[in-house]
């Protein structure tokens, strides 16, 4: 299916996208490359907690904590979202099996 097919299915509900929510947030974590932004997020913030500023030190850390697993949890919506938008990034998942295209039942094919 072309990335032009797969946007008119798409938006006239004659297909579904199936996409696997624990593949496509290993997916956008390899993406982004959520552990080699993270960890030296992490460690900025234990030393400023660690120098006395306390209250923003906490704030880092409780970001860089949550940050990923909120990526990771809307990991879907954005492959679907980029998918629609970009024809290489459509080409990318499709053919890697991310996004798994289903017929809406009682639609002609």
């Known amino acids: 299916m072309t990335h032009h097919e797969f946007v008119e299915a798409y938006r006239t ?5 199936h996409i696997d929510h624990a593949t496509a947030a290993r997916y956008m974590s390899a993406r982004l490359l959520l552990p ?6 992490l460690g900025i913030g234990v030393a400023l907690a660690l120098v006395g500023w306390i209250w923003t030190g906490l704030a880092l850390i409780g970001a860089a904590t949550i940050a990923p697993m909120l990526i990771k949890r809307t990991a ?7 998918a629609l938008q ?3 990034f459509y080409d990318e998942v499709a053919s890697t099996g991310l996004i798994e295209i289903v017929p809406t039942p009682g639609t002609i094919h």
């Open 13 to 17: 509900g004659s297909i579904r996208v």
């Open 36 to 41: 080699l932004v993270i960890l030296p997020v």
């Open 76 to 82: 879907p919506h954005f492959i679907i979202t980029q």
């Open 86 to 88: 970009d024809r290489q």
